[in-house]
T-cell receptor, first 113, second 113 residues
Framework: GAGVSQSPSNKVTEKGKDVELRCDPI?????LYWYRQRLGQGLEFLIY????????KSGLPSDRFSAERTGESVSTLTIQRTQQEDSAVYLC???????????FGSGTRLTVV | DAKTTQPPSMDCAEGRAANLPCNHS???????VYWYRQIHSQGPQYIIH???NNETNEMASLIITEDRKSSTLILPHATLRDTAVYYC??????????????FGQGTILTVHP
């Protein structure tokens, strides 16, 4: 596609439920990143994919968070047993080797009530 | 990654040049300087990057001091749509965009009519 697409754009869930957030990167982009941005805060790195493998998952805050990527394309970020502190905008970005800069999606706004 | 220091906020009159400074005194020889901005409720947008030479594109100019310890992003004719948070980031990725971005607090630029 023309840009990085994330779905859903908004998600409200009850505390304790599991959620899945989806990212469709730009076609052909081999690198994919997930970031989190809490209200009024800066961006926090979560995980980086190169192809389908994740050489850097150092930013995942707990074992409730996991992510996978298949077909060197779509990625899903799963949060199990959601907590109120998980409320944030989750941003996905992709990049192509040799091209400057990442392209970010518009994010998924997650609200845990 | 080297850390950056930016003023928390700046104002600029519409039509005037906006000059956003960034200090990165511990930058190493293979680290690039990247600039992104984030307009309210959107994902970050890549602006420009450089290693040691000044760079210009359709969005902005980047001036890097000879010792590489600081840089300035210049928006030559600021418009109201340039109101955003501007992030200066150093990245050891050989300019290929691999590697995670570490976002600081950035500079909130407000462009006034």
């Amino acid at each position: 596609g023309a840009g990085v697409s994330q779905s859903p754009s908004n998600k409200v869930t009850e505390k304790g439920k599991d959620v899945e957030l989806r990212c469709d990167p730009i076609s052909g982009h081999t690198a994919l990143y997930w970031y989190r941005q809490r209200l009024g805060q800066g961006l926090e790195f979560l995980i980086y994919f190169q192809g389908n493998s994740a050489p850097d998952k150092s930013g995942l805050p707990s074992d409730r968070f996991s992510a996978e990527r298949t077909g060197e394309s779509v990625s899903t970020l799963t949060i199990q047993r959601t907590q109120q502190e998980d409320s944030a905008v989750y941003l996905c970005a992709s990049s192509l080797m040799g091209a400057p800069g990442y392209t970010f999606g518009s994010g998924t706004r997650l609200t845990v009530v | 990654d080297a850390k950056t220091t930016q003023p928390p906020s700046m104002d600029c009159a519409e039509g005037r040049a906006a000059n956003l400074p960034c200090n990165h005194s511990t930058i190493s020889g293979n680290e690039y300087v990247y600039w992104y901005r984030q307009i309210h409720s959107q994902g970050p947008q890549y602006i420009i990057h450089g290693l040691k030479n000044n760079e210009t594109n359709e969005m902005a100019s980047l001036i890097i001091t000879e010792d590489r310890k600081s840089s300035t992003l210049i928006l030559p004719h600021a418009t109201l749509r340039d109101t955003a948070v501007y992030y200066c980031i150093v990245l050891d990725a050989g300019g290929t965009s691999y590697g995670k971005l570490t976002f600081g607090q950035g500079t909130i630029l407000t462009v006034h009519p």
